[in-house]
């Protein structure tokens, strides 16, 4: 195998591990789209400990009967309005996904939910912070902060690609 193959092969292989878009359980389980039974046990909790992609996609599953999902503005968030949302999901299987960087609002649609604690913030990193590997979780959200910042170019950040990866740059540089 040529040189310039190898190198058209690796960078594939980079692309296929860094670009892949997955699909996450809101609160990492079915039917977590509810009341925290306490407030540690919230959904913002739980998407501290996620880092989102731009091409993830959230999967929320609720009764129907009782619940929907209201993606809406940071305002409407913070004072739990759900007078006019940005998108109302009312099927009880809801995925939304995330086609773009920065932060994502919803709250419950049912009475007096949100003010319980049932909404969730998520924080989408940019394109070119999005590599997957040994990053640091994503930074928590917190209800009266707007959305994290990405690293500046000028930080210094630490990237460990997948040990397939590693090799075939490895061996790439070998043959050359």
């Known amino acids: 195998m040529s040189p310039s193959s190898l190198v058209c092969l690796t960078l594939l292989l980079v692309s296929f591990t860094i670009s892949e878009a997955r699909d996450f359980s809101v609160g990492g389980d ?3 789209w509810r009341l925290p039974p306490t407030p540690a046990d919230s959904l913002n909790r739980w998407a501290e400990k996620n880092r989102f992609q731009v091409g993830d996609s ?4 609720y009764d129907d009967a ?3 999902v209201l993606q809406v503005t940071r305002e409407a968030y913070l004072s739990c309005n759900r007078s006019s949302p940005v998108a109302e999901h009312r099927d ?3 995925a939304v996904e995330l086609h773009r960087s920065g932060a994502y609002y919803f709250i419950s649609g049912a009475e007096g939910a949100c003010e319980q604690g049932e909404k ?3 924080v989408v990193m940019s394109e070119r912070h999005s590599l997957r590997g040994g990053l640091a979780p994503a ?3 917190t209800e009266f902060e707007g959305p994290a910042v990405a690293p500046t170019s000028g930080a210094s950040t630490t990237v460990v690609l997948k040990s397939g990866v ?3 740059l490895l061996v ?3 043959t050359l």
């Open 139 to 141: 930074p928590g959200p």
């Open 30 to 32: 079915d039917r977590a």
């Open 172 to 174: 790439l540089g070998m």
């Open 58 to 61: 959230l999967d929320q599953q």
């Open 166 to 168: 590693a090799a075939a």
């Open 120 to 122: 969730l913030i998520v």
């Open 92 to 94: 009880g299987a809801t």
């Open 66 to 68: 009782k619940d929907s």
